[in-house]
Nanobody
Framework: QVQLVESGGGLVQPGGSLRLSCAAS????????MGWYRQAPGKQRELVAR???????TYTDSVKGRFTSSRDNAKNTVYLQMNSLKPEDTAVYYC???????????WGQGTQVTVSS
């Protein structure tokens, strides 16, 4: 099995920054991509950012220019640097690891991010 442990969530004022981390461990034979999703109350879970093995990173439009995701392949860890946070960024953020392109992959337990004054 693969375990994903997220950290770094919390309460921050609008315009502030947070950095999320997600460390993967266990029986990891391959990693196609690692990424971040979020789910706000009453809304569907949405993709925020994904980092692929070739280094390509994709972002949802609402976070482009504000969020940056990166991977440390040696540590099987993915990061999400969130700047210029807005109240609408408030959600539970989930880490996701896909071993291949066709699998839904593994999920972390989620970390709460709240943006409020």
């Amino acid at each position: 099995q693969v375990q994903l442990v997220e950290s770094g969530g919390g309460l921050v004022q609008p315009g502030g920054s947070l950095r999320l981390s997600c460390a993967a461990s266990g029986r990891i034979f391959s990693i196609y991509s690692m990424g971040w999703y979020r789910q706000a109350p009453g809304k569907q879970r949405e993709l925020v950012a994904r980092v692929y093995n070739d280094g390509t990173t994709t972002y949802t439009d609402s976070v482009k220019g504000r969020f940056t995701s990166s991977r440390d392949n040696a540590k099987n860890t993915v990061y999400l640097q969130m700047n210029s946070l807005k109240p609408e960024d408030t959600a539970v953020y989930y880490c996701n690891l896909k071993p291949n392109s066709w699998s839904s992959g593994y999920w972390g337990q989620g970390t709460q991010v709240t943006v409020s004054s």
